[in-house]
């Protein structure tokens, strides 16, 4: 599985963002979807799931703000960042699991300016 995670950028609070991952090289609709994110010197944490029936779960941090969605046909997964804080700042993650295997895209960018 290849991911190639976009949409990271410079924004102030308040501001939205849209992360998309795309996936290659599988049957996408089979994999639990999710977006983690990774401050220096902390581990990583997941934000937001989706599994492969759309059920979701998301971190008490960004219920609320944030909303994870998948399209199954075009292979990506998306996470729509509202209100941002700067706390969300990180380098966030596209992970693809199946049967208890990760993958891992290259991560993006966010930094949220107060």
């Known amino acids: 599985v290849q991911l190639q995670a976009s949409g990271g950028g410079l924004v102030q609070t308040g501001d939205s963002l849209r992360l998309s991952c795309a996936a290659s090289?599988?049957?996408?609709?089979?994999?639990?979807m999710a977006w983690y994110r990774q401050t220096p010197g902390q581990q990583r944490e997941v934000v937001a799931s989706?599994?492969?029936?759309?059920?979701?779960n998301y971190a008490d941090s960004v219920r609320g703000r944030f909303t994870i969605s998948r399209d199954n046909a075009k292979k990506t997964v998306t996470l729509q960042m509202n209100s941002l804080k700067p706390e969300d700042t990180a380098v966030y993650y596209c992970?693809?699991?199946?049967?208890?295997?990760?993958?891992w895209g290259q991560g993006t960018l966010v930094t949220v300016s107060s």
């Open positions: 090289g599988t049957i996408f609709s089979l994999y639990n």
């Open positions: 992970n693809a699991e199946k049967l208890n295997i990760d993958y």
């Open positions: 989706i599994s492969t029936n759309r059920n979701t």
